[in-house]
């Protein structure tokens, strides 16, 4: 599978008032990170960006979760969209399809070298749009968009739900995809099994890394049902994956 070369891409600020392109808002207050934790997820990703480029491409279509979850934000051509935890840019091609020319997408993440590779991605393909930004998902860097996408992402939060919140307040629709233990056995054991052998890239610091994923995830799911009007869960990939989407549209 042919991969594109880490390079410079558009990596411009984007600030809190507006110059992101999305609409106007008001700002969420931000959260305190703790600056251990930070560098202990941007060691961890800095570290495997090479072989997480390739095996997030290679993967990028099992059980048809990242199309899921690009068709839950019901994106218009025009929209602005900031992906928290963008990585090596494997859902930019589809967030960029689906606002086309006029619309904005904004990749956010901790991680240099995740947004080196996918520096390359924008550069090789020429889009104008495209902005990276190095930021932390729990203090966005945007103060409004039309929706915000995180993939496998909030499992690195102490605490989802108010990370999640922030979300909805900036954004018309929020998508989130999240590893959770509720499929059958077999499939709880080799999301176990998954967990345990990529332990850093979940943080999991824990001898009960499934509990922790299903407690983030729960987390992550009341903040979508107490900050959206119009609720939206799918169940992918055995269970093991579920896609949940809050819009007040």
């Given amino acids: 599978m042919a991969q594109d070369a880490p390079g410079r891409g558009r990596r411009r600020p984007v600030t809190r008032d507006g110059a992101a392109g999305g609409r106007a808002g008001s700002e969420a207050p931000a959260a305190e990170s703790d600056p251990r934790r930070l560098r202990r997820v941007r060691r961890s990703y800095d570290a495997w960006a090479r072989v997480y480029d390739w095996f997030a491409r290679a993967t990028a279509s099992v059980g048809g979760v990242r199309a899921a979850c690009v068709r839950s934000?019901?994106?218009?051509?025009?929209d602005t969209v900031v992906e928290f935890g963008c990585g090596p840019g494997v859902n930019l091609p589809a967030l960029r399809e689906a606002v086309g020319a006029s619309g904005r997408v904004?990749?956010?993440?901790?991680?240099?070298?995740?947004?080196?590779?996918?520096?390359?991605?924008v550069a090789r393909r020429g889009w104008e749009n495209v902005s990276l930004v190095e930021a932390d998902a729990e203090r966005p860097p945007v103060a409004?968009?039309?929706?915000?996408?995180a993939t496998f992402v909030t499992s690195l939060f102490p605490d989802p739900y108010a990370v999640v919140r922030r979300w909805c307040d900036l954004a018309d629709a929020v998508v989130v995809a999240a590893f959770v233990p509720e499929g059958n056995r077999a499939a709880n054991a080799a999301?176990?099994?998954?967990?345990?052998?990529n332990g850093r890239l979940f943080d999991a610091r824990t001898d009960d890394p499934l509990g922790m994923l299903a407690e983030r995830t729960a987390a992550a799911r009341r903040a979508l049902d107490d900050g959206a009007t119009v609720r939206e869960r799918d169940r992918r990939l055995f269970g093991t994956i579920v896609v949940e989407a809050g819009r007040d549209r």
Avoid: E, K, N, Y
């Fill in 73 to 78: 934000l019901d994106l218009a051509p025009g």
């Fill in 106 to 121: 904004v990749g956010v993440d901790v991680s240099t070298r995740m947004l080196d590779r996918a520096a390359g991605l």
């Fill in 144 to 149: 409004a968009a039309d929706a915000v996408l």
């Fill in 191 to 197: 999301l176990r099994a998954f967990v345990a052998l």
